[in-house]
């Protein structure tokens, strides 16, 4: 994971106004767990 941060910041994929990003803040997952229920 640290690689690919790494190789994205470097590649300056992400733009803001100020500028490209230069260093990695931090890291997020985000899972989304769905369920169906019959309605009767």
Same mark, same amino acid.
């Given at each position: 994971?640290?690689?690919? /941060?790494?190789?994205?910041?470097?590649? @300056? =994929?992400?733009?803001?106004?100020? @500028?490209?990003? *230069?260093?990695?803040? @931090?890291? /997020?997952?985000?899972? /989304?767990? =769905?369920?169906?229920? *019959?309605? =009767?």
């Amino acid at each position: 994971m640290k690689l690919s /941060r790494a190789q994205i910041i470097a590649a @300056g =994929v992400f733009t803001t106004v100020s @500028g490209k990003l *230069e260093a990695v803040k @931090g890291a /997020r997952v985000i899972d /989304r767990n =769905v369920t169906d229920y *019959e309605l =009767v």
